[in-house]
């Protein structure tokens, strides 16, 4: 089945130590996206590519950053992770154009210690 | 600026009930209104997407409306079951930008058997 994979599932980071998180998908959809979501609230969009073409939210911290290397697979990176950083990171994709609909990973459960 | 209002915050029913969730939105010149579900812990899932241009969607007991001129959607789930415990966020997409989802805070929904 086509979908969108997320690796690892849980992560564990210290303190200011960089992680990177990593998702990939068969859909091979235009856009892929990158979202925070704490406890209780609604996913907030931090970035998104289209295509090769990188889109920033203008409050994503500096600290995050992305990487998406080919149509299937986009990265994640957190360069100094502080403890309000612990969160889980869901990435969705769409096939842009009119459609619109955005189709969602499990999600990577980050624990910062 | 867009804002979505999802009301109740949370419901708790018996199951074999027919409930209805609510989705408000201030704006109504969207693209297409999301209805997700999701459980503890976990990603998204996509349950109903509706265009702008039509008034409902329909996938086995779950039923979506949509009033644009009203700014309101329904969800609508029958003969409820323990497995529907979950909960469920809106989401839209304003005209001329199909990419960005505005989001509601959900209602978490509980079936008791």
């Known amino acids: 089945d086509a979908m969108v994979i997320q690796n690892p599932r849980y992560q564990v980071t210290q303190f200011g130590k960089p992680v990177t998180l990593s998702c990939s998908q068969t859909?091979?959809?235009?856009?892929m996206y990158w979202y925070q979501q704490k406890s209780s609230q609604a996913p907030k969009l931090l970035f998104h590519?289209?295509?090769?073409?990188?889109?920033n939210e203008a409050d994503t911290p500096d600290n995050f950053q992305s990487r998406r290397p080919n149509t299937s697979f986009c990265f994640l990176d957190i360069r100094s992770p502080g403890l309000g950083d612990a969160a889980m990171y869901l990435c969705a994709t769409s096939r842009g154009g009119t459609v619109g609909e955005q189709y969602f990973g499990p999600g990577t459960r980050l624990t910062v210690t | 600026k867009q804002e979505v209002t999802q009301i109740p915050a949370a419901l708790s029913v018996p199951e074999g009930e027919n409930l209805v969730l609510n989705c408000s939105f201030t704006?109504?010149?969207?693209?297409?209104l999301q209805w997700f579900r999701q459980d503890p812990g976990k990603g998204l899932t996509s349950l109903l997407l509706i265009q702008s241009s039509q008034r409902e969607q329909t996938s086995g007991r779950l039923n979506a409306s949509l009033d644009k001129s009203s700014g309101r959607s329904t969800l609508y789930i029958a003969a409820s079951q323990p497995g529907d415990s979950a909960t469920y966020l809106c989401?839209?997409?304003?005209?001329?930008?199909?990419?960005?989802?505005?989001w509601g805070l959900g209602t978490s929904l509980a079936v008791n058997p």
């Open positions: 989401a839209v997409i304003n005209a001329g930008n199909n990419r960005k989802l505005i």
């Open positions: 704006d109504s010149a969207i693209y297409n």
């Open positions: 590519y289209y295509d090769k073409d990188f889109n």
């Open positions: 859909l091979n959809h235009n856009v």
